[in-house]
T-cell receptor, first 113, second 113 residues
Framework: DGGITQSPKYLFRKEGQNVTLSCEQN?????MYWYRQDPGQGLRLIYY???????QKGDIAEGYSVSREKKESFPLTVTSAQKNPTAFYLC????????????FGAGTRLSVL | AQTVTQSQPEMSVQEAETVTLSCTYD???????LFWYKQPPSRQMILVIR??????QNATENRFSVNFQKAAKSFSLKISDSQLGDAAMYFC??????????FGAGTRLTVKP
């Protein structure tokens, strides 16, 4: 089945720790995105990548980092510099530019211990 | 700044009735796409419908249709014959360009049996 797989489903972070959220897609899409969703709010763009080895900051990139070494994979690292990381994180992909439909993973819920 | 506004935090509808969710936006772009996404309790984002701004004809997908008023910058979603499975958060989404992709804050729809 084609789709986007996010793992883990739940993740806990200790103070001062970096954690990495995984996002893998087998849709052969060029573009991939990371969003953050806080309770009662819409999605805010963290980072996006239009092509392998290239990525751009979104609205709330501070405290986060990404890599795009393979077309299929776009991991997100939440660093210790992100002081309020508790949120629901969604990964998406689209065939090329942002104007196309975005397909979403099931999300990762990150909490702070 | 280009914005997307959903002015109805919550809406409710009786099963089998019709409900309209509103979305307004502000942009100087002339060519763009508009989307409605649904997020049920599972939190999986699901595409409901897509509209291309240069098309005058309103998009329709089964029981879901839009009323797109480009001059008024309005993009409402109409759900006909509402079903219990329609209960979810609904987000209006406009990717203005590769660097500016905006979700509204969402409308929580409750369907009463």
């Amino acid at each position: 089945d084609g789709g986007i797989t996010q793992s883990p489903k739940y993740l806990f972070r200790k103070e001062g720790q970096n954690v990495t959220l995984s996002c893998e897609q087998n849709l052969n899409h060029d573009a991939m995105y990371w969003y953050r969703q806080d309770p009662g709010q819409g999605l805010r763009l963290i980072y996006y990548s239009q092509i392998v080895n290239d990525f751009q900051k979104g609205d709330i990139a501070e405290g986060y980092s990404v890599s795009r070494e393979k077309k299929e994979s776009f991991p997100l690292t939440v660093t210790s510099a992100q002081k309020n990381p508790t949120a629901f994180y969604l990964c998406a992909s689209s065939p090329d530019r942002a104007r196309n439909i975005q397909y979403f993973g099931a999300g990762t819920r990150l909490s702070v211990l | 700044a280009q914005t997307v506004t959903q002015s109805q935090p919550e809406m409710s509808v009786q099963e089998a009735e019709t409900v309209t969710l509103s979305c307004t936006y502000d942009t100087s772009e002339s060519d763009y796409y508009l989307f409605w996404y649904k997020q049920p309790p599972s939190r999986q984002m699901i595409l409901v419908i897509r509209q291309e701004a240069y098309k005058q004809q309103n998009a329709t997908e089964n029981r879901f249709s839009v009323n797109f008023q480009k001059a008024a910058k309005s993009f409402s979603l109409k759900i006909s014959d509402s079903q219990l499975g329609d209960a979810a958060m609904y987000f209006c989404y406009i990717p203005y360009n590769n660097n500016d992709m905006r979700f509204g804050a969402g409308t929580r729809l409750t369907v009463k049996p």
